[in-house]
């Protein structure tokens, strides 16, 4: 099972941008799909981003749609989320996550992903 951490979190104003990297170990990362979920205080754990093993992206949250980018690089065994024009509605704590054979209609869902990190904390100021 692969293992996953994640960096990049950090206090920015509204409307700065932040890359969030996950790096994977101990697994065969270019046959995950990997995710990126948050959570907000009090609330559950929200979709972002997904990007599949060959490289397909599904569409993205609605509320990040036009401002986040999810990519990988299967040579670093790393995932990446650009978040550009940050809001303080963004503040949470990220989360990437991997999965092996997640179906398309599934990518959304928290429980097709069985690896996880511990999160990487964003706070967005206004």
């Known amino acids: 099972q692969v293992q996953l951490g994640e960096s990049g979190g950090g206090s920015v104003q509204a409307g700065d941008s932040l890359r969030l990297s996950c790096a994977a170990s101990?697994?065969?990362?270019?046959?995950?799909?990997m995710g990126w979920f948050r959570q907000a205080p009090g609330k559950g754990r929200e979709f972002v981003a997904a990007?599949?093993?060959?490289?397909?992206?599904?569409p993205y949250a609605d509320s990040v749609k036009g401002r986040f980018t999810i990519s990988r690089d299967n040579a670093k065994n790393t995932v990446y989320l650009q978040m550009n024009s940050l809001k303080p509605e963004d503040t949470a704590l990220y989360y990437c996550?991997?999965?092996?054979?997640?179906?398309?209609?599934?990518?959304?869902?928290?429980?097709?992903?069985?690896?996880w990190g511990q999160g990487t904390q964003v706070t967005v100021s206004s």
């Open positions: 996550a991997a999965g092996l054979l997640v179906i398309d209609r599934a990518l959304r869902r928290p429980n097709s992903y069985n690896s």
């Open positions: 101990g697994g065969t990362f270019s046959s995950y799909t």
């Open positions: 990007i599949t093993w060959s490289g397909h992206i599904p």
